[in-house]
């Protein structure tokens, strides 16, 4: 998938977020952070959000990045 959430994951490392922190705070369920995880797809309002959560923009927790058909 050409959306890369690699921002993301080193965001939650370095704050230690967790899906437990998701869920208490009412962020995103833990189908969404597993497809995080996996590199899944996740909706505009997931994104949404944890911008707002994290206080930022989309740009900063995802990165385009085409697969090789795509160039």
């Known amino acids: 998938m050409p959306i890369k959430y690699d921002k993301m994951l080193k965001i939650f490392e370095e704050k230690q977020i967790t899906a437990y922190t998701m869920r208490i705070n009412n962020v995103i369920g833990q189908a969404t952070y597993r497809k995080i995880l996996e590199g899944g797809h996740?909706?505009?309002?997931?994104?949404?959000?944890?911008?707002s959560f994290l206080n930022c923009q989309p740009g900063d927790i995802l990165e385009y990045v085409p697969d090789d058909e795509e160039k």
């Open 42 to 51: 996740i909706d505009t309002r997931s994104i949404a959000k944890l911008c």
